[in-house]
């Protein structure tokens, strides 16, 4: 497992799946809340939907203080361990 795995517009998330699958390895998909492009709850969302279709663990990497603030409690606690 690879639990810390950025996707970019050079890394896609086509070739995360090539190279897990060559690699025989499962990875774990993180992005910035509140600093990165994750800033509402619609952005949430669509993290969560367009990842959901891959074999992946689906994480946050929040990088600054009070970055769930922006973010509804009921999105997170229907997001979190689903």
Known sequence: ???????TDRFTIKQA????HDRKVRF???EHPG??????????????EGLRKYPVLIGLQPVNLGWSKGF???LWAKSTMS
Do not use: Q
């Open 35 to 48: 600093s990165g492009p994750i800033k509402t709850d619609a952005d949430l969302r669509k993290y969560i």
């Open 17 to 20: 799946m090539d190279t897990a």
């Open 72 to 74: 509804s409690a009921e």
């Open 1 to 7: 497992m690879d639990l810390h795995v950025h996707l």
């Open 28 to 30: 774990g998909i993180l």
